[in-house]
């Protein structure tokens, strides 16, 4: 049986922690079919093209979908950049949304991610990931877009607006990760022993994660296509490139902020902050004081939106990481406004 595509927006990125004593049960996951490093049996919401990249000597593809406007087109695009542990994908709702309101919408997989190539002997940066993403709007003779990324893609929006400003029309952040330097607090994890721990894991881990961290404890039958990718990964046949590749991009986000340079971002930002997220990598190596510290977003966002200039915030009380699922309306309605 063939995965469905996301018919609800959702986003995470951050590692998967090991599933606690509320484990659930793992013929839960059973529903979950097994997936290639490609995603080859994964359907996606809308047409996939791939762009070819030249990177570190290596021949790879970056997967995109180009979504043109169902209504009057209104001559503007939007980049949406996907979370850590997802793909392009998980943006079909917002896609159609905006799609509809005439934006031209360009939903991008990252090098290492979804459909697109996952080298494991490459060095994995930010930068890497935004001249990618550069050279898609190229490709496509898209000389300016509005950026909006989820979760760890605010990581990437951030890196994008910073080299390319004259690129970036506005930036919106939706729940992003790298608000607070994690390596301060979390002692280092080498790739190494990150990928041991990746393939230790069970599958029913990623639903207790999720349900815990982003959801507050709760869990709906329609978050369910949110384990797919992930779920898919741990039990295919190429599981073990995926735990590297996971271990490698993680090591990147705890090694590379961006936050330090928030002062430096020039064009019009929005933050949309669900403030009950709890998002932290690494907590798992930490006291549980210290953890208790970690992804406190009620003041992360306040915190970020002082430093970006001129940015704007737009605070979900009860919300979690993925405001897309919990509360769409709200979400989109702050989205549309200030696009």
Partial sequence: MRASSFSVLFAAATLVLSASAQEPAPYEMAKFPPLDAALTDYRYPFEVHELPIKEQVHELKMAYMDVKPSAAPNGRAVLLLHGKNFSGAYWERTAKELAGRGFRVILPDQIGFGKSSKPTDIQYSFHMMAAHTKALLDHLDIAKASVVAHSMGGM????????????????????????????????????????????????????????????????????????????????????????????????????????????????????????????????????????????????????????????????????????????????????????
């Fill in 156 to 339: 990437v929006g951030t890196r994008f607006a910073l080299m390319y400003p004259a690129a970036t029309e506005k930036l919106v952040l939706v729940n992003p990760i790298g608000l607070e330097d994690w390596k301060r607090k979390v002692p280092y994890q080498n790739i190494d022993a990150a990928t041991a721990a990746e393939l230790k894991k069970a599958p029913s881990a990623v639903k207790e994660y999720m349900r815990t961290v982003y959801f507050d404890g709760q869990w709906k039958a329609e978050y369910d296509p949110l384990l797919a990718i992930q779920v898919g990964w741990m039990k295919g046949p190429d599981k073990e490139r995926m735990a590297r590749v996971t271990a490698i991009t993680s090591d990147m986000v705890m090694t590379q902020p961006v936050l330090y340079e928030f002062p430096d971002v020039k064009v019009p930002t929005l933050l949309i902050i669900g403030e009950r997220d709890r998002t932290a990598i690494g907590k798992n190596l930490v006291s549980k004081d210290v953890a208790a510290t970690m992804g406190q977003y009620q003041e992360l966002g306040k915190a970020a939106a002082a430093t970006i200039p001129g940015a704007r915030l737009v605070a979900l009380l009860g919300v979690g990481h993925a405001p897309q699922a919990e509360a769409f309306d709200d979400y989109l309605r702050a989205l549309v406004e200030f696009l």
